[in-house]
């Protein structure tokens, strides 16, 4: 049994088989990446496990825990965390409150609220912020409102808000779409620590030249399921591999 | 021009309405919850209120309950009937967004607007009810009754203000602004939207319903007709003159709104038919500003600029 | 028989003219029942009409323009100024009517609502009450208070058994289908109508495949005006006109668009009728007041049940 348990889960959207008797054994601990053309059911999958969809058959389990039919909120709180392909955060919020958005705080509940009893929470937690807003590049934007960000940036402080929740799972859809290289390899050298530290990380990603560097074990996906998974260099010299990319022509393979 | 009757109705008038918009404020500034249905809170509270303190009916009257009790309990009643009210309208209505949220709270505000129009039994249907009784009017010897009323209305808001405030500068209101923001990405880290959805209604909506309350004071009427939709678009437009988001900028909104239409009314007219296109075109001044303020926001981005640096 | 049902159609929506339908006491049961269907078909007739411009609108535009029935209100006005003010005919006066009312949905588009589109359909439904003020304001201010009515021809009911039927609402009846199918082939078999439905499903790609997507929303508005046109002189030919009209209507029209879908333009064919008949059908149980509770009612079952309602449409609720 691995940390995260995908088990012949499907899911279709009309007619469309997005996702096709999918299954696959993520261990603890590990840094994973999934490849695959456009329409390979990867995003659909990630929306899957975060609870974003409810799969029409198999089962989802994150350390034996059944995550099908839980909420989306229920299973983040559950230690998962994610980001998206297009980076969401609160935009009319500073990066400082974001991040202090995405923790639970006393101050969240009403009576607390009124009575002021979260000060405390407050300035640890602040402390922490910044220190990941540093982590992540964005030590000197703070106090700027998330809608004056670059794109890059967004995906920094996506990352950051998540990591600042402690997650014991973090799923990144497509993390370098947009971001400059000097950023990407930032990010890379994030990741990599995060890993050396315990955590386990699944990316998605179209960037083959990042992803391939960066992750111990590839999943390849194709018309939403899994075709070979393996490490980096079997994965880069498999046919069936290329002639799933070539055939579809879509993904850069740069 | 009586300026000091005019200063005195706009305090009055300002305030209650004040605490409506207040209320919006926090529903759809704060927590991005489109509430085109806010006035139902306000004629709930009204209502209950002159249902609970009511003599009971004489033989002129239709309506059948008129229980008579102390006004302090017609208030608490008044406050209690926003939260039933709050909670039987928002609760199914929690996974709705956007403009179906506003249809359905439109649609509820509406129903409970036809049943006060049309059932005689509950409030004399369209006749209504006048003559109404005023909290401690014949107490009040020391000043003019309408002055002290003003201050007590006043008072009233500023409290509402308060509290209304300080849960904007806590973390929960950070949290209502994340949810207004990027509902999906307050999900991901783990919160409850729906939660904090309803708790905004049932927290605020006793407030408007309290308000509704100070209405019945200060008009000594219950029409129906002065329950209607209009008023829920007139705190709209004070919302969005103001600035969506901010507290200061929706009284600052309600009062320029309110100065205006008190303006509009103290000026003599000679005719019918002047006063009557006065009034019209106040509306369509009213719908105007509110266009112009949609489209330029100028109110709107100094709030926002006024809440980071603030 | 004292029925003037002329005066009668209670097309207000009842909240500001409870209006009883009670002219007309048929006996029996079944033929209450009878009469009340036929009355529904014409509300049905009625609401078809406005309800398809409204509709055209969500579907191309993306928003709900709450300033629809105000336009009903603006052409209805027109109409009359020009049929009892001066004399014309009514079918001229409500040709230059409806023809106006077109240009005037075509300009408050360009100036009101196409400079906001990128905020989003939240803001342009608050600001389409905006318009809807400014129009209400405008209208009232001019024309005042009053019940006015237009100079047509006083047909009389006839009756078919017990069942009496107003010879204007089958010529609704006509017009609403007339309506429909001219905006189905309008859109399915003209080259701008064509461009209007490739824009509402996407205008990006729409654009990028060359579509005109500025004529095409200007078309869009046109046709929207047109359609709302018609629905004001249906108004005064059903009944008679007071400025506070419009905020009934758009009530009622909100509920056929909700039961229909929004987005959906064969829906509010069912719809409507659906509503209209559900309306009228009430008064079997309920006082004439409480008509237009029942559109909102089944607003609020809609929303709450099946928001995508009939026809659901691509678009979710939640």
């Known amino acids: 049994m691995g940390f995260l348990d995908i088990d012949g889960v499907s899911k279709s959207f009309g007619g469309l088989r997005a996702v096709a008797d999918c299954s696959f054994e993520v261990p603890h601990g590990s840094l994973m990446g999934f490849i695959g053309p456009n329409g390979a059911g990867k995003s659909t999958l990630f929306n899957l496990v975060s609870g974003l969809y409810q799969p029409e058959t198999g089962s989802i389990r994150l350390e034996g825990d059944e995550l099908v039919g839980r909420p989306p909120d229920e299973i983040a709180r559950m230690g998962l965390g994610r980001t998206f392909q297009t980076p969401r955060s609160f935009s009319t919020l500073s990066c400082m409150e974001n991040m202090l958005a995405s923790v639970q705080s006393p101050g969240e509940n009403l009576l607390s609220a009124l009575l002021g009893n979260y000060r405390s929470h407050e300035t640890a937690t602040t402390e922490e912020a910044h220190r990941l807003l540093g982590v992540v590049g964005l030590g000197g934007r703070a106090e700027d409102a998330a809608d004056e960000l670059s794109g890059g940036e967004l995906r920094m402080l996506e990352v950051a808000r998540q990591l600042i929740r402690q997650p014991t799972i973090l799923l990144l859809d497509e993390p370098t779409a947009g971001v400059s290289p000097r950023l990407q390899s930032r990010l890379a050298d994030l990741l990599r620590g995060l890993h050396a530290d315990g955590l386990t990380v699944l990316v998605v990603e179209h960037n083959l030249g990042f992803l391939l560097d960066l992750v111990q074990h590839v999943v390849v996906m194709v018309k939403g399921s899994v075709l070979t998974e393996g490490d980096p260099d079997a994965i880069r010299r498999d046919p069936r591999v290329i002639n799933a990319y070539l055939g579809r022509g879509g993904g850069d393979a740069a | 021009m009586n300026w000091a009757q005019l200063v005195t109705t706009v305090v009055t008038v300002g305030s209650i309405l004040g605490v409506v918009t207040l209320v919006l404020n926090m529903q759809y500034g704060h927590a991005g919850m489109i509430n085109f249905g806010v006035v139902a809170y306000f004629a709930a509270g009204a209502y209950t209120y002159v249902l609970l303190t009511q003599s009971p009916p004489s033989s002129l009257d239709q309506y059948v309950v008129g229980l008579d009790l102390p006004v302090w309990v017609g208030f608490l009643g008044a406050a209690l009937a926003g939260l039933v009210f709050a909670l039987v309208t928002g609760w199914p209505t929690l996974r709705l967004r956007g403009e179906y949220l506003a249809l359905t709270t439109f649609a509820f505000a509406e129903v409970f607007h036809s049943f006060i129009l049309n059932e005689q039994r509950f409030a004399n249907g369209t006749r209504g009810l006048v003559g109404l009784e005023r909290p401690l009017r014949d107490q009040i010897t020391f000043v003019d009754y309408n002055i002290f009323f003003a201050a007590a209305a006043l008072l009233f808001l500023v409290i509402v203000y308060l509290i209304f405030e300080r849960i904007v500068r806590s973390p929960y209101g950070r949290a209502l602004e994340a949810l207004r923001d990027e509902e999906l990405a307050l999900i991901t880290v783990g919160k409850q939207s729906g939660r904090f959805r309803l708790e905004v209604f049932l927290f605020t909506a006793p407030f408007a319903a309290m308000a509704g309350a100070f209405y019945i004071w200060y008009t000594t009427l219950a029409l129906p007709e002065l329950f209607t939709a209009e008023v829920t678009f007139i705190v709209w437009i004070a919302l969005i003159l103001g600035g969506e988001g901010s507290n200061r900028g929706a009284l600052i909104g309600i009062f320029l709104v309110v100065v205006f239409e008190e303006l509009v009314r103290a000026i003599p007219f000679t005719t019918v038919r002047a006063a009557q296109i006065a009034a019209e075109v106040e509306v369509a001044a009213l719908g105007l500003l509110l266009i112009v303020f949609l489209r330029w926001q100028p109110f709107s981005s100094l709030a926002r600029m006024r809440r980071r640096t603030g | ?318």
Request: proline letters at 3%; glycine letters at 12%; aromatic letters at 8%.
């Open chain 3, 1 to 318: 028989m004292q029925s003037n049902q002329h005066a009668a159609w209670p097309v207000a929506g009842g909240l500001r003219h409870g209006a009883n339908r009670g002219a007309i006491e048929p006996t029996g049961r079944i033929v209450r029942v009878t009469q009340l269907i036929v009355f529904g078909i014409g509300s049905g007739a009625f609401l078809l009409i406005a309800t398809l411009g409204f509709a055209l609108v969500r579907r191309v535009e993306g928003f709900l323009n709450i300033a629809h029935a105000e336009l009903m209100s603006i052409s209805a006005f027109i109409t009359w100024y020009f049929n009892v003010k001066l004399g014309w005919h009514f079918l001229l006066a409500a040709l230059v009517s409806i023809a106006v009312t077109a240009l005037v949905a075509l300009v408050i588009a360009r100036l009101v609502y196409d400079p906001i589109k990128h905020l989003g359909p939240a803001i342009l439904l608050i600001s389409s009450v905006g318009v809807a003020f400014l129009l209400h304001g405008t209208t009232a201010a001019v024309v005042g208070v009053g019940i006015f009515g237009f100079e047509i021809p006083r047909l009389a009911a006839f009756s078919l058994g017990e069942v009496f039927v107003a010879p204007y609402r089958i010529v609704l009846l006509g017009l609403a289908a007339v309506c429909a199918v001219g905006l189905a082939l309008f859109l399915n078999r003209t080259r701008t109508g064509k461009s209007i439905r490739a824009m509402s499903i996407n205008r990006d790609l729409a654009a990028s495949r060359g579509v005109d997507i500025t004529a095409a929303s200007r078309a869009t508005w046109l046709v929207t005006g047109v359609l709302a046109g018609l629905g004001g002189v249906a108004l005064g030919v059903l009944g008679t006109l007071t400025t506070d009209l419009a905020f009934g209507q758009i009530l009622v029209i909100l509920a056929v668009a909700i039961v229909a879908g929004l987005g959906s333009l064969y829906g509010v064919i069912v719809a409507a009728f659906i509503v209209g008949m559900a309306m009228d059908l009430s008064q079997l149980v309920l006082p004439g007041g409480y008509r237009p509770v029942i559109a909102f009612a089944l607003v609020i079952l809609v929303l709450l049940i099946r928001p995508q309602g009939l026809v659901g449409s691509r678009e979710r609720a939640t």
